[in-house]
């Protein structure tokens, strides 16, 4: 658990890079990856805005491997 907490802070920025993320969310078996860097994230205070792509992402992703 807490080498995934270390890889979602290093690479939360990654994870919305169009090619990277794109790449994870096609690669059916690899979903899981951005969606708990999105949730490790999503602990942190943010703002509004922010808080609302995390749930927009993770839902899209959660839509996706269902």
Known sequence: ???L?????ISFFEVLSAPLFVT???ARSH???PLLRLQ???QFP???K?????MLLSREI???AN
Not at 5 to 9: D, E, L, S, T
Not at 50 to 54: G, W
């Open 1 to 3: 658990l807490y080498v």
């Open 46 to 48: 943010m703002e509004q």
């Open 40 to 42: 490790y994230f999503a």
């Open 5 to 9: 907490k270390v890889i979602a802070k």
């Open 62 to 64: 959660l839509t996706y």
């Open 50 to 54: 922010e808080r609302e792509a995390v």
């Open 24 to 26: 994870l969310f096609f």
């Open 31 to 33: 979903y899981i990856i």
